[in-house]
């Protein structure tokens, strides 16, 4: 597979997979996948930074957060939370990475499999 269909198959599958799970949680201030879907939100961040870094010039990936916000439908402050999550994975790479290299190629990849491995593990533990 292609390393564009490969990232359009991550897409999907981070968009899909966590759908089912979170639309249990709707509005639950206190769910036990809350430390991975906090995980999530960094990487998503990440791979926003690092995907536009080398090229990709969307908001791909900030639209994935929007929408597992829209779809969790958090409190307050746990929606603060997630939202300092994403920060935080885009504010990583944005201090270290301020050109495409092979290794910010490297740590999109990395991240997007986690990204995949996360939405999985969620889902199939807690998933309806």
């Not at 900030?62 to 779809?71: F, K, Y």
């Not at 990395?110 to 999985?120: D, F, K, P, S, W």
Request: proline share 3%; net charge neutral.
């Amino acid at each position: 597979m292609s390393r564009g269909k490969a990232n359009l198959h991550a897409i999907a599958v981070i968009a899909t997979i966590l759908l089912p799970a979170a639309s249990a949680a709707q509005g639950a201030s206190n769910v036990p996948y809350d430390a991975k879907l906090t995980r999530l939100a960094e990487v998503l961040g990440s791979i926003h930074y690092l995907r536009n870094l080398c090229g990709e010039e969307s908001n791909q990936w900030r639209d994935q957060m929007q929408q597992l916000l829209t779809i969790e439908n958090p409190e307050p402050l746990r929606r603060a939370r997630l939202i300092a999550s994403f920060n935080r994975g885009y504010r990583t790479f944005d201090s270290v990475y301020t050109t495409c290299t092979d290794q910010a190629l490297e740590a999109a990849g990395h991240y997007m499999a986690e990204g995949v491995n996360l939405t999985r593990e969620i889902n199939s533990r807690y998933g309806e």
